[in-house]
């Protein structure tokens, strides 16, 4: 009967997913295990030996984003050299604090969420996240711009980001508001991509309601994107752990 041959099929691909998923978990632990020695060397070299870090997540896998503990009777200049330390190894991601205070990214002074925001407010002053007409897929002349922008994000990596898409007041409004949507989910898909992650970012559209100050609401100029540091929360490391394209 031709079922057999079906679940054996199934069933071997079942046993190889799990062995697979087994074989990266030993791996990723390996990996864990080499960055939290070198990181508790890192940390006593420069005088942080009450602080530790773990790079295991709630969920109990193994990640490349450390959490440190210990540090909160220490001075900000201390603590500032203990991330500094722990972010400069090899393969180590965004660093979090176990009071919330994060660093986003190795040898990065950790930057304030307004100061974030203001670099993408720059990039977007000089030029536009280009869409095809119409549609929600990018203008492939945009990536280079969603490449910078990635870049001016990361140090807000712990913040919840929200993304809104705008038009222009050409068509039919319940067409721009789901047009608008579908744009800024498809930015928001593409800052994943460049290693934003997921769970920081909130993605909406208000079609033509917001037009650009001193514009026409026809004016093609309102059709934009515009991004918001919202709040400040924890980085929530997640259970993958190879980094993002940079």
Known sequence: MPVRPTL????????SGAIALTGARNTDAAMAERLTDEAAAAIAEVGGSRVSASFTNELGWPTRHPLLSGGEPLDEG??????????AIPGVGGISWSDGTVMAEAGVVPLSPLHCQDDVNALLRA?????????????????ELLDEVAAALRPCLGSIISITGHTDASGPEPGNIELSRERARAVQSA?????IPADGLRASGIGSKEPVEGLQPDD?????IEFAVVATTPLQPTPVDTPGPR
Do not use: H, Y
């Open 191 to 195: 800052l994943i991509a460049r290693g």
């Open 78 to 87: 201390t603590r500032d050299r203990i991330a500094k330390a722990v972010a």
């Open 220 to 224: 093609p100029a309102n059709r934009r």
């Open 127 to 143: 030029r536009t996240i280009r869409f095809e007409e119409g549609s929600s897929g990018i203008d492939p002349a945009s990536r």
């Open 8 to 15: 054996a099929i199934i069933a071997g691909a079942v046993i």
